[in-house]
DNA sequence: CGTGCGGTTGATGTAAATCAACCCATGTGG
DNA sequence: CCACATGGGTTGATTTACATCAACCGCACG
């Protein structure tokens, strides 16, 4: 039995990356935004409720109002809206350091569903704090914008991808993406980055049936793109990937700073 | 030869819709965002240099530094991007009262194309000016924010229409969605709408061929969807199309206020 | 009066979906 | 500790939606 809906209730002893607290959504921000140290330890000492969920939890659903602001601190999450004849498209991943739902501040009630993909430690900030910490200071806000702008660049390239890429380019493009987004937070050697995902998942994410999802992932690991051993399933040589999803991460928008 | 780049040289004695200047932008924003009488004054007040755009200009192009900010007054204009095989799609489509881009303001580089779609009449508005009006006006901000969000919003839809919708239904939510957003600012009958779109250009929207997309047209048709005569295509029948694609239109966002 | 763009049509090809088993690892309860 | 249920994953046969290729048409326009 776990929470249908997330509370401000605290958890008590949770001996999770909580440790770092809010370190990772910082590194997060700094790979495409300034923020000066005073700014940085403002973020950091954000108040926040840790809370770990199982896979398959539910962050929001569509329809609902969200009262409370979840970064992801650890494992996946991702965005999905159902199509009238029950299928599935997973329309955003999240990776740790990722604000979860900064919309939800703006509008009133979520035109998608938020779930955890894998095991996942989440902090949820009062929105009273995070909007006095947007109020007191404008590059804070600044940073979470261009944090909103850049998902919606992703959201375009995803466009594309599903729009006009095959199977085989399209799977290599979404792995790229993830080792790429990847290495903001982790400093884990860019390859051996072992993707917790199903191929129901999958297929749901780049618009495919599992069973094609399965072939191509063959079709893949013949080309050395990816290693599988039993379910995991692991990069393997990134080049490969980028090659032939002909990959380019302007669209990340890194390093960015209008000025 | 037209300008490959746009600068706030003003176009003399165009006697455009600038006449009623950036009401339509107003009446834009007030479709999901409540404005004070004196927030949307200050709005209309802006100022802004008026440019007609003949189909196919490029208002910026991917890679791109945007010094201005563009708001469409009439016409259509689309983002696009392209894949490394040459293939294109489009990753939103602007109507008339919707700001160009306001993303610009805060990423260094554009990651897409934003191209007139057809004969099109923009107003350039400074950039010190709208960030003085933001700065100095929190409902307005709050304004903007919203837009981007809804766009941010209409994205994820189009990834579910793209990924998980058959060609006829994916068409008749296309159009679905093109009704009801037009009917924000024009006070057309919901019905008689016309679609100044090339097929080509339904294709590159949709993820589609345009050969398939003038077969799914002809169903569209023979369903009582849309009418055509020549070139011309026309809603015929909203509802028709509704039922087709199970549109709901709760991914607009209209009226919100978080409140 | 040609020229070209957008649209239309038919024949054919193919990437991906669908259907239907079956496999295997893991976990669970008797 | 075995029996069984379950959730991925794998595989082959078949179908299908959509792409591709290649004409041809007709209006608009310079």
């Known amino acids: 039995m776990r929470p249908d809906r997330l509370a401000l209730t605290p958890d008590i002893a949770n001996d999770l990356p909580a440790n770092q607290g809010l370190d990772i959504f910082v590194r997060k921000l700094l790979s495409h935004s300034a923020l000066a140290p005073d700014d940085q330890q403002a973020l950091r000492l954000l108040p926040f409720t840790p809370r770990r969920l199982d896979a398959g939890d539910y962050i929001l659903r569509e329809g609902e109002r969200s009262e409370v602001c979840p970064l992801l601190l650890s494992g996946l999450a991702y965005r999905h809206k159902f ?24 509008l009133r009630v979520a035109d998608h569903n938020l779930q955890a993909l894998t095991v996942a430690d989440i902090a949820i900030v009062p929105i009273k704090a995070l909007e006095q910490l947007v109020r007191a200071r404008g590059t804070i806000a600044r940073a979470l914008l261009v944090d909103i702008l850049i998902e919606a660049s992703i959201g375009r390239e995803w ?38 995902i199903t191929q129901e998942q999958l297929a749901d994410l780049l618009g ?13 690991e ?8 039993g379910r995991k399933l692991v990069i393997g040589d ?3 990937l980028r090659g032939i999803a002909s990959y380019s991460d302007i669209y990340l928008h890194r390093g960015q700073q209008t000025g």
Chains 1, 2 share one sequence.
């Open 83 to 106: 199509a009238a004849d029950g299928g599935r498209q997973i329309v955003a991943l999240k990776m740790p350091g990722d604000a979860l739902d900064l919309q939800s501040l703006f």
């Open 159 to 196: 466009l594309l991808n599903i729009g006009r890429r095959n199977a085989l380019s399209r799977l290599a493009h979404f792995l790229c993406e993830l080792v790429y987004r990847l290495h903001v937070t982790t400093v884990e050697p860019p390859e051996r980055v072992d993707v917790p």
């Open 208 to 220: 495919l049936t599992p069973v094609h999802i399965n072939r191509t992932l063959r079709s893949l």
């Open 222 to 229: 013949d080309a050395g793109g990816i290693i599988r051993q």
């Open 238 to 240: 990134v080049n490969v």
